[in-house]
């Protein structure tokens, strides 16, 4: 019988690698990340990332052929909660999102020629990438409804639409457009994906939408999310990425993995944020005890501990199902880890800012940052409520509703079925035999 929870001598080595390096080399540059800018920031991190490619740990998520190492779900799941721990890691391990996501996508559908131009030199660090699908018009919780179109005209596909959101959009130099091709289709065969040059006429970055990540004005900062206006962007024929109307089944092959790497990344997040929690609870004094001994805060220490293994293994057990069944059978297990990860990131979060007070409100610590990251967590890549229904109609296909509407548990019912089925030996008994 294979039921096995351990992770193999050779790859944990690995993870204990990348947990000290972390610690030691990338933690420390996250509290001068302002300070670096930009450019700081990124010749802070060469040298880090030559030490991950000697380390073989280089976008790991990437098939041998592109220098990655083909890692399963598992194995990049374990890796992803590292990483979590620190928003910048990514940078340092060549699979900061939407780069990665946008890498998989053109090694998934690219052609040889888009895989030259655009796939190559963003693995080089050379370029940048946005994906840009949500609209502000339309819900980006139903993409069925995306009203940005591209139009053939002889040799060219002509676009005209609006997005936001698009992550990096305005310091990208392509972006990956997914727009409406065959609007008679069916639902989910409407759309296309698209890469162009990011200064292709037409494309207009309108501006960065302030969040409650940068609540202020500001643009081209990395991390900022885009508002671009398409009008009239002229690209040639062989700018369509993947078959025509295969849009959403390329979206789904990106986003799919990418869920199990934010959940994993979201439990690096909470356990820093639960150690911090721990921490807090043996020094402050209040009311005559340290808060370690308060029950409402042993409840928040023990309550976040089980949500944490909860979310962790529910997250590896959907890794491993897509490893070992492929990405159909892990569906509804990727829908219930992204809601309910969401949730215990955000949990695990609020009550180590709450135990902390002032001082957890305040920029002094990073709990605030991960406060307003964890809000962020239950809206992108499909809001709570769509997973919810997802997982919901999923469960129900096993379900059928009972015969003239008596529930299948109804005792009454099931006495009586009991009563005959049993009718010789409750004789026996109640004639005392
Ligand atoms: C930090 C961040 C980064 C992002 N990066 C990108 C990016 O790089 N590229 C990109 O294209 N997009 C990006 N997005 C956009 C993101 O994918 C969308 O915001 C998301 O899909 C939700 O779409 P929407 O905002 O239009 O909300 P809507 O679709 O309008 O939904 C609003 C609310 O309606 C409710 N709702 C929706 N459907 C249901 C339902 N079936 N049942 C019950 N309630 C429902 C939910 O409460 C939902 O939150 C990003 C968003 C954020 C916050």
Not at 26 to 43: A, D, F, K, S, Y
Not at 235 to 243: C, E, N, R
Not at 286 to 302: C, D, F, P, R, Y
């Amino acid at each position: 019988m294979a039921w096995n929870f351990s992770t193999d001598a050779d790859f944990q080595r690995k993870l204990d690698w990348m947990s000290e390096f972390m610690r030691e080399q990338i933690w420390p540059l996250e509290t001068v990340v302002q300070e670096l800018g930009w450019e700081g920031l990124v010749r802070a991190m060469r040298p880090l990332q030559a030490e991950v490619k000697a380390q073989g740990l280089w976008a790991a998520h990437l098939d041998p052929e592109l220098g990655g190492q083909g890692y399963g779900q598992v194995k990049l799941g374990l890796m992803h909660e590292i990483l979590g721990s620190c928003p910048i890691a990514p940078l340092a391990f060549g699979n900061a999102a939407p780069d990665s996501g946008n890498s998989e996508i053109l090694a998934l559908a690219g052609t040889p020629e888009q895989k030259d131009r655009y796939l190559h030199p963003l693995l080089a660090g050379d370029l940048k990438s946005a994906f840009s699908m949500t609209e502000p018009d339309t819900a980006g919780s139903d993409p069925t409804l995306l009203q940005t179109a591209a139009v053939r005209d002889g040799d060219e596909w002509v676009i005209n639409g609006r997005k936001w959101f698009s992550s990096n959009g305005s310091i990208a130099d392509f972006l990956i457009v997914m727009a409406v091709t065959d609007p008679d289709a069916r639902r989910h065969q409407r759309a296309s994906m698209f890469v162009l040059d990011a200064d292709t006429p037409g494309v207009r970055i309108l501006r960065d939408v302030p969040t409650m990540e940068h609540p202020w004005d500001s643009y081209g900062v990395y991390g900022n999310h885009a508002e671009i206006a398409y009008e009239d962007v002229r690209i040639p024929a062989d700018a369509l990425l993947g078959a025509r109307g295969a849009g959403f089944l390329i979206a789904q092959q990106r986003l799919y993995p990418g869920r199990i790497h934010h959940c994993m990344r979201w439990l690096g997040v909470a356990r820093r944020a639960f150690d911090m929690l721990c921490e807090r609870s043996l020094y402050r004094y209040a009311h005559g005890s340290t808060l370690a001994e308060k029950q409402t805060v042993q409840n928040w220490i023990a309550d976040s501990a089980a949500q944490m293994q909860a979310a962790r293994l529910m997250t590896l057990h959907a890794a491993w199902k897509m490893d070992t069944e492929g990405v159909g059978a892990a569906r509804t297990d990727i829908a219930l880890i992204k809601f309910f990860g969401a949730q215990v990131l955000h949990d695990v979060v609020d009550r180590a800012l709450q135990a902390h007070g002032s001082l957890g409100y305040s920029t002094d610590l990073p709990l605030e940052a991960m406060y307003r990251y964890a809000r962020a967590a239950r809206i992108y890549d499909g809001p709570d409520e769509v997973h919810r229904a997802s997982v919901a109609r999923q469960v129900l296909r096993g379900y059928e509703p009972p015969a003239d509407n008596v529930p299948s548990e109804h005792v009454p019912t099931r006495r009586e079925a009991a009563r005959e089925r049993f009718a010789e030996l409750l004789h026996a008994v109640t004639a005392n035999d």
